[in-house]
């Protein structure tokens, strides 16, 4: 077999994995996580939301009535109802199956951040973001799951599976307290102005914080500039072709004053 054969075949290979996997990439890819929180977050309080998990994972920590049987379908429908509310709204699901688990994605738009915390899938956190010194401060406090003792689901669980909470934030980072998985070690945003908060399934479900602020448990903070990126670009952007037509005029306006110097020269 050739090497443009062999390549062939590992990209056809890699397409269907990541199409199995409900257009997520595979493990090998990075970290597994069973629940995922992935919100990308605008100054005026407007996110978009992208919940990934595991259904046994949506039943313990936030007690919602899902099937966790991996030969039972999933209801979309069903999902869809349970995340829709005047809160937050559902823009798309997709699904997947990983280690004899289904998953699904579920991509919400959230009109206010700071109501969130109203929709039931949600209650376990609040949201404050205001302006303070100039700046601008995102709170979310991580309160209890819903996992009550006892009532673990045997769904092949090892207790070294992942819970993330991701940031993707719109200006530049101050101050934040992320960090890294089991130490106290900070961690730096990563590409794209995006944080990330790690912690055991284990430790969620036994209500340990996930980050601590001021010593209050399970704050997850972050202060920023008032101005977004794209803002402060543009208008970097729109200097600099303003400058660029004020040099152009410049020339034009020095190339004929050259020549009506050139012609009054050759009339004296």
Known sequence: MSSRTRAALLALVMTAAVAGCGGRAPAIFGPQYEYEEDLTLSLDGSATLVVNASLPA?????????????????????????????????????TWTRAKRRFVGITLRVPDIRALSKAAPFSWST????????????????????????????????????VAFRLHLPSRIEYQNSRTLDTDRPRGASRGNILTWEQHLADRLDNKPIAWENGVPGVMAVRMDSQSILYRTLWLFGLAFLAAVAVLALLIWLTMRRGRDAKRAAVS
Not at 65 to 83: F, G, N, T
Request: proline share 7%.
């Open 58 to 94: 949506l039943v313990v920590l936030h007690g919602l009535p899902l099937p966790i049987d991996p030969a039972e379908r999933v209801d979309q429908d069903r999902i869809r109802q349970l995340y829709t509310s005047s809160y937050a709204q559902v823009a798309r699901i997709s």
């Open 127 to 162: 949201y404050d973001l205001h302006q303070e010194d100039g700046m601008t401060l995102f709170k979310q406090t991580l309160g209890a799951s819903a996992f009550k003792p006892g009532t673990m689901p045997n769904v092949g669980w090892t207790g070294s599976e992942l």
